[in-house]
């Protein structure tokens, strides 16, 4: 198993352009994640999704957009980017099991907006 | 909302002990202590968790107190490696729910 891949793994964009950031897990882990990471910061959940077709706002969901058209891919979209968007985003997946899940991340996409 | 209150640092010598503290006082019956660990820039990684009962594995024990308002972490030999930002995350077993991260506790370990 490759586990939870990200890509890209770097990426600048400028102000305004948009982007998909792509996660996928060959796990079939029903709950897949997206969380930003600031510079110093810990982890902010931006959107979830429990299954495919059913996706939720976190914490921070402003800016941000996502679809879960199958169990392995969660891609992030990004509108119009703004220099608020520059952080270290993370992708993760779990299985629902009964409460003792646990959590899988990829190695992360360093977004840039200048 | 992360529920949990974690110092912001400690430090601790390369082969001793290191006990990381987490204080869960509203926590409900059925949510789960979760540890995780974040090295450096790299994606956080699962520790141990535990719902009750004190718990060990190969990483590390965790030591939930009797009325599950607080919780340690053990790393028996800390080494260099272990040096990260620790995570303790609460998290009810309830479809629909997200894991919410805090800010962590950055553990320094040093020769």
């Known amino acids: 198993n490759a586990g939870v891949t990200q890509t890209p793994k770097f990426r600048i964009l400028k102000i305004g352009q948009s982007m998909t950031l792509q996660c996928t897990q060959d796990?079939?882990?029903?709950?897949m994640y997206w969380y930003r990471q600031d510079p110093g910061m810990g982890l902010k959940l931006i959107y979830y999704?429990?299954?495919?077709?059913?996706?939720d706002k976190g914490e921070v969901p402003n800016g941000y957009n996502v679809s879960r058209s199958t169990t392995e891919d969660f891609p992030l979209r990004l509108e119009l980017a703004a220099p608020s968007q520059t952080s270290v985003y993370f992708c993760?997946?779990?299985?629902?099991?009964?409460?003792?899940?646990?959590?899988?991340f990829g190695s992360g996409t360093q977004l840039s907006v200048l | 909302d992360a529920k949990t209150t974690q110092p912001t640092s400690m430090d601790c010598a390369e082969g001793r002990a290191a006990n990381l503290p987490c204080n869960h006082s509203?926590?409900?019956?059925?949510?789960?202590v979760y540890w995780y660990r974040q090295i450096h820039s790299q994606g956080p990684q699962y520790i141990i968790h535990?719902?009750?009962n004190n718990e060990t594995n190969e990483m590390a024990s965790l030591i939930i107190t009797e009325d599950r308002k607080s919780s340690t972490l053990i790393l028996p030999h800390a080494t260099l490696r272990d040096t990260a930002v620790y995570y303790c995350?609460?998290?009810?077993?309830?479809?629909?729910?997200?894991?919410?991260f805090g800010k962590g506790t950055t553990l320094s370990v040093s020769s």
């Open positions: 993760a997946s779990h299985k629902q099991t009964g409460g003792d899940e646990k959590l899988f």
């Open positions: 796990m079939n882990h029903n709950y």
């Open positions: 999704s429990v299954g495919a077709g059913i996706t």
């Open positions: 509203t926590i409900s019956g059925n949510e789960y």
């Open positions: 535990g719902l009750k």
């Open positions: 995350i609460v998290r009810p077993y309830q479809a629909g729910t997200a894991l919410i």
